[in-house]
């Protein structure tokens, strides 16, 4: 169990850095940094009740392939502005 834990730890802490971390400190409007970080931090409270809402009621093959979808979406719709 506690193996398990650390790796997903570890996966967690990879993707959430590179899903935002460096768009943010890359902004053009250094201004619009506090309202990206607001809007940032309610998104992952609202996409945290959604996912298991959409788990509870679809499973997790679901969730894990809709949230796959909105996220290349994102990056399709940003794709002239992602710094990578």
């Given at each position: 169990?506690?193996?398990?834990?650390?790796?997903?730890?570890?996966?967690?802490?990879?993707?959430?850095?590179?899903?935002?971390?460096?768009?943010?400190?890359?902004?053009?409007?250094?201004?619009?940094?506090?309202?990206?970080?607001?809007?940032?931090?309610?998104?992952?409270?609202?996409?945290?009740?959604?996912?298991?809402?959409?788990?509870?009621?679809?499973?997790?093959?679901?969730?894990?392939?809709?949230?796959?979808?909105i996220y290349?979406?994102?990056?399709?719709?940003?794709?002239?502005?992602?710094?990578?």
């Amino acid at each position: 169990l506690i193996n398990k834990i650390i790796i997903s730890s570890i996966l967690v802490m990879i993707l959430g850095f590179f899903m935002g971390m460096p768009r943010l400190l890359g902004a053009d409007d250094k201004n619009v940094i506090p309202i990206a970080w607001g809007i940032n931090g309610a998104m992952s409270v609202i996409g945290s009740i959604l996912s298991v809402i959409i788990s509870m009621i679809f499973g997790f093959k679901i969730t894990l392939i809709t949230g796959a979808i909105i996220y290349g979406l994102i990056c399709l719709y940003n794709r002239d502005r992602l710094i990578l």
